[in-house]
């Protein structure tokens, strides 16, 4: 009589998995890259998502604000006549 374990051993030993995991390769290429062979973490890939979202938000806020913070004020020249003047910095 035929052992249905050892049937199911054969069709298993002749099974690969799909993509880069079941490919024959060495330790060196699995070192060096390890996000072919690791299973995807969603609830670590959503928290970067967000976490990399909400830097380029900040960012783009400091952008904005630093664009209106370009604050302009009244000069007044030596002939007396008054003029719109960007403010700047001794460091400029």
């Known amino acids: 009589m035929a052992d249905p374990e ?13 993509g880069l995991r079941g490919a024959q390769t060495s330790t060196l290429f699995r070192a060096v ?32 604000i630093k664009e209106n913070d370009q604050q302009l004020y009244e000069a007044v020249d030596s002939e007396g006549q008054r003029y719109m003047r960007r403010k700047t910095s001794k460091w400029d």
């Open 6 to 18: 050892a049937g199911k051993q054969k069709a298993d030993k002749g099974y690969r998995s799909p």
């Open 33 to 64: 890259n390890p996000e072919l062979f690791i299973k995807p973490n969603k609830p670590v890939m959503a928290f970067g998502l967000v976490a990399i979202t909400l830097c380029v938000g900040y960012l783009g806020y400091l952008h904005a």
